[in-house]
């Protein structure tokens, strides 16, 4: 069966650069969400969108946003990145209005120097 | 704020005995609850969601239960194997998101 995908896997940026995170959902699901897990953290939710219009809000910076698009995949975007956002960052889907677990994928390792 | 609390020493069991893991939440009363496995460097994985109006749902060798007078779920894993070996994650449905506890250490010797 297929699984949400994210890309890239891995990503090493410096501080003070931006870096873009996709995410693919699970075909027919409408709902994405973003999770950040520091190390030996549990997953913290940063945001997630319904049909392409942001649903619910969480610890966001103000320097990251997101966005979803008309064919479902979502990009978080990460400005002026700093030593701390180093962490997994998931993303995971489900269906409105079907099963309410949420499918995760298997995330972005993002290493900030 | 809501507020959840797992087990925060690994639990360390033999093979074959039952590993029970608990998750206890604060401010707050779920209509649902829902349990994760994660395994290193790995996205969660959905096991089990129970409803408040669920005293106990089961899975193959997994089980919970959900007491809302408690504010107290129970993870069991019967006829544990090491390959139940991971990081068992309780969370609750806030709105549309899910807040998740700490998680909890299982390790299962053979």
């Known amino acids: 069966a297929a699984g949400v995908i994210q890309s890239p896997r891995h990503l090493i940026k410096e501080k003070r650069e931006t870096a873009t995170l996709k995410c693919y959902p699970i075909?027919?699901?409408?709902?994405v969400y973003w999770y950040q897990q520091g190390p030996g953290q549990d997953p913290q939710f940063l945001i997630s969108f319904y049909e392409k219009m942001q649903s619910d809000k969480g610890s966001i910076p103000d320097r990251f946003s997101a966005q979803q698009f008309s064919d479902y995949h979502s990009e978080l975007n990460m400005s002026s990145l700093e030593l701390g956002d180093s962490a997994l960052y998931f993303c995971?889907?489900?269906?409105?209005?079907?099963?309410?677990?949420?499918?995760f994928g298997p995330g972005t390792r993002l290493t900030v120097t | 704020s809501q507020k959840i609390e797992q087990n925060s020493e690994a639990l360390n069991i033999q093979e074959g005995k039952t590993a029970t893991l608990t998750c206890n939440y604060t401010n707050y009363s779920p209509a649902y609850l829902q349990w994760y496995r994660q395994d290193p460097g790995r996205g969660p994985v959905f096991l089990l969601l129970i409803r408040e109006n669920e005293k106990e749902k089961r899975k193959e060798r997994l089980k919970v239960t959900f007491d809302t007078t408690l504010k107290q779920s129970l993870f069991h894993i019967t006829a544990s194997q090491p390959a139940d070996s991971a990081t068992y994650l309780c969370?609750?449905?806030?709105?549309?998101?899910?807040?998740f506890g700490a998680g909890t250490i299982l390790r299962v010797k053979s």
């Open positions: 075909p027919r699901h409408d709902t």
């Open positions: 969370a609750l449905e806030y709105g549309n998101k899910l807040v």
């Open positions: 995971a889907s489900s269906i409105t209005g079907g099963p309410r677990e949420q499918y």
